[in-house]
């Protein structure tokens, strides 16, 4: 079946850095594109990342554009969102995302992120 296990998240102070990670099985990988969503308490669900399937083309929120940098590596099954200049706005639960195609798609159990000093 498919599985996510993310790993990354943690306790930064402002201006930090963290890298999250986002290891998946029980699919073909490398043929669907990969996206980061996240959760603040109180308020919805949003995208922050995406990446296409090569690699090449992505996609960013206004909010972390020139901040964060999605990428992937398909040998591994890995995807991964590097967040640098940390605010802490950003302090939400991280969550790793794929659409399958015809209402399959499927979320990471989230790893949180906290951004304080």
């Known amino acids: 079946q498919v599985q996510f296990v993310e790993s990354g998240g943690g306790l930064v102070q402002p201006g930090g850095s963290l890298r999250l990670s986002c290891a998946a099985s029980?699919?073909?990988?490398?043929?669907?594109?990969m996206s980061w969503y996240r959760q603040a308490p109180g308020k919805e669900r949003d995208l922050v990342a995406a990446?296409?399937?090569?690699?090449?083309?992505?996609k960013y929120a206004d909010s972390v554009k020139g901040r964060f940098t999605i990428s992937r590596d398909n040998a591994k099954n890995v995807v991964y969102l590097q967040m640098n200049s940390l605010k802490p706005e950003d302090t939400a639960v991280y969550y790793c995302y794929a659409d399958l195609g015809l209402d399959d798609d499927y979320w990471g159990q989230g790893t949180q992120v906290t951004v304080s000093s």
């Open positions: 990446i296409a399937t090569s690699g090449i083309k992505t």
């Open positions: 029980g699919f073909i990988f490398e043929s669907y594109v």
